[in-house]
Every structure is written in structure tokens, then in C-alpha cells.
């Protein structure tokens, strides 16, 4: 067995137990797992022979839980800004992608992405992109925690011919990876609107054979609603309950435009709301009513979205933003608490993804995904409160120490030489490749 190593912060944030913070106390890692949180004065008799690490200034939390991206989009980053959802992807986003995206373009993309969430504390990001094989391969390089969407739209793209073509390579690819302790999968149909009805029940087939979460972009806009009521009938959410989606394995991307019923659909199926708050300012998408949806109980996760609709995958910054803009919202300074935003960017992201049992909490016997932030400095002195501190005030730059199952991939600010070396030339490559138009 392994030496145990022990991390001693100034403070601890669990998330579980809600609410509570731990002082003079340690973290005890061994084989990728927690082994034990005690007083760091137990902590020094009981594991002498320990490695020690002393992080005077910091809060230790959970990795954070990046619950909605498309990373490999970093590559896209700034192409096409200040434009509405629907024409920014049928005049932008989708035309470079068809022409441009390849098993290589999804591999540095998505290293690039995970050197970005890595810096700001992020442990684990779901994922949903073309060639999910590549994204993996990317993530295992840099030692990150994924969870891969098995993609499914009803056109045809360099990736898949048609449904059942994404559908059979999402699978085979989890068949091959099922057992990889860094590796999770979800079903990720793209869109009510990019999804037949044939195919959303296969989704839901599987969904329920395979018990794996199913991840959809859903009532992100207006315009999305209206098209369903015209087309089917019903919004978004009642079709996909038509067709055996909702359940507890459910994650609603978006959520912005809900009404009474539709937030009681969610509720009744024990659903998960990703919020992504950048995204949907960005994109005018609206306001999402999180503080109702927290106050019925139902399960929120945080998101940055792709960096081609947000342009940072900023967890830290995602959480402040969704706490500032639930009370703006609510019109209620005490709607989404710091606390609240803290789990949602932890626990609740985990929670969405199945991976609870084993990540999004400091508890023994979980894998030893964690962050450190250091709160010290002027922006961040006095601290009368860290986890004020960590919503509030902290940012991805005081972020100074990550463990994925154990193992460090930040140390004092620097990420392991093997993830970056070489990606600044790659991206500028592929910038060069790609180059917007004539006025982009």
C-alpha cells in the first residue's frame, strides 16, 4: 500500500455536511482515494511517515464540476462573437465545423480546454462533441476527469452518417472504455430541434438499458419553445417526456425559458438543471429562474458551455455570476447562497452526472478529486468567511494546487510540462488554418 499523504490547509469545504467549513484539520489521501478528514493534530501522530503538504493560506474544496461544455470548441474561441444563438451556429459554428473538424482538431481542442480548466481548479467537464474518442485520448493526457457524450443529431456530419451511426460509435467507444476510472459517458442528444422523435425514444431505450445520464440542450431560447409548440404541439419538455427521457438521470442544459409546469415536470422526474449562466447572457438566451428551481429542490449543476459562446471555461466565475444573477432574478439578496453556488459547482455537477458516489465531496472513501485556493493577498484580505471568499471574491488565478484521483496535475500555479509542450504552436496552427471570413 501507498504512503499516505496528508494536506494541511488553513481551511476545509466539505459540501457534505452542508454548510460546514472544518479548521485545523487534514485531508488524508492514499490510492487515489480519501482515507480519512481529522484534526491535523491526530492527523501529524497518526501518519508520521507521511507525505506532508502545508497550505497555510488556502481553502481546500472538491474539484470543481465543469457539467456542460463542448471543449474542443476552444479552437473556436472568439470566431464568431456578438451574434444570436441560431445565426451564430447556421452562418458560423456550423460551416467551420463541417469543414474543419477532425479526430486532430477535437484532440488539441480539447487539450487546450483541459489545460484552461485545469488552471482554474475544474476536475472533471462533460462533453459533448463530434469524435469523442479523441476528446478522451486528450483528457487522459492530462490525468482530467471526463465524462463523454455520446452524440446523436439527425444529420450527417464527418463523424457519423446519420442517428444510428452516432449512436453505434458512442456506444462502442464506452464498451471499450467502460472500465477506465477517469472516463464516464452520457447520452447527448444535441437539441429537441436537431433530434427526431424516433430517434429521442431510442435515446431513452438506451438511456434506461444502460442506466447513463442524458444530456440536452433544452428551452435555452424563446425561439426553440415556439418551434416545438408549432411543430409538435407541446414544449420542449412535455415532448421529451413523451418520448421517456425524463427521469433522475435527466440533465436539462440551459433551462432558461420554464414555466410553472414545466418546472413541475422537472421536479416530478427528479431531474438536474446545468445552468450556464456566461452562455445564456452572451447569446441573450435569458435569464434562467434558478432560485425557483433551487427553492423546489431540484438538482443544479454548473456549466460553462463551449469557449465559442462564452469564451472562458471558468467555473469560479460561472459560480459568482449564477449566485449574483439568481437574486438579481428572484429579486431576493438571499436567494443561491454562497454555499448553494459551491455545490452546485461541486456536488450538484456530480450528482447530475451518476459520479456522486465517487466524486464532488471531501468524504472518505471517495476518489481524491481536489482544489486548493489560495485566499490570501490584497484582493482577498481580510477573509472573514472562505467560502464567501471562493463565490465572491476569488478567481481562477488564485487557484495554486488540483488532485485528480491523487494524483497532482497542478502544483504551485504549473500544470506538468507533458500537457503543455508543444499546444501554443498546435493552436496557432490551427488558427491559421481556420481564419474567419472577410468583417470576422
Known sequence: MANATLILPRWIVPIDPAGVVLEHSAVVLRDARIEAVLPAEDARARYADAQVIELAEHALMPGLVNAHTHAAMTLMRGLADDLPLMRWLNEHIWPVEMRHVTPEFVRDGTLLACAEMLRGGITCFNDMYFYPEAALEAAATAGMRAALGMIVVDFPTAYASDADDYLQKGLALRDRHRDDPLASFCLAPHAPYTVSDETLHKVAMLAGELDVPVHIHVHETEDEVARSVTEHGVRPLERLRRQGLLGPNFMAVHAVHLTDDDILLLLRH???????????????????????????????????????????????????????????????????????????????????????????????????????????????????????????????????????????????????????????????????????????
Not at 320 to 336: C, P, S, T
Not at 339 to 350: I, K, P, Q, V, Y
Not at 410 to 421: F, Y
Not at 426 to 439: A, D, H, S, V
Open 270 to 440: 427528479n431531474a438536474s438543471v446545468v445552468h450556464c449562466p456566461s452562455s445564456n447572457l452572451k447569446l441573450a438566451s435569458g435569464f434562467a429562474p434558478i432560485a425557483r428551481l433551487a427553492a423546489e429542490g431540484i438538482n443544479l449543476a454548473l456549466g460553462t458551455d463551449g469557449a465559442a459562446s462564452n469564451n472562458r471555461l471558468d467555473v469560479l466565475g460561472e459560480m459568482r455570476l449564477a449566485a449574483l444573477l439568481g437574486k438579481a432574478v428572484a429579486q431576493n439578496a438571499e436567494a443561491i447562497p454562497a454555499h448553494s453556488a459551491l455545490r452546485a459547482a461541486t456536488l450538484g455537477g456530480a450528482t447530475a452526472l451518476g459520479l456522486e458516489p465517487r466524486i464532488g465531496s471531501i468524504v472518505p472513501g471517495k476518489d481524491a478529486d481536489l482544489t486548493a485556493v489560495r485566499l490570501s493577498g490584497p484582493e482577498l484580505s481580510p477573509c472573514y468567511d472562505p467560502v464567501s471568499h471562493l463565490v465572491y471574491a476569488a478567481g481562477r488565478e488564485h487557484v495554486t494546487h488540483v488532485w485528480v484521483r491523487g494524483a497532482p496535475v497542478l502544483e504551485a500555479g504549473k500544470l506538468k510540462d507533458s500537457l503543455i509542450t508543444g499546444l501554443d504552436s498546435r493552436c496557432e496552427l490551427w488558427q491559421n488554418f481556420i481564419k474567419p471570413g472577410p468583417g470576422r
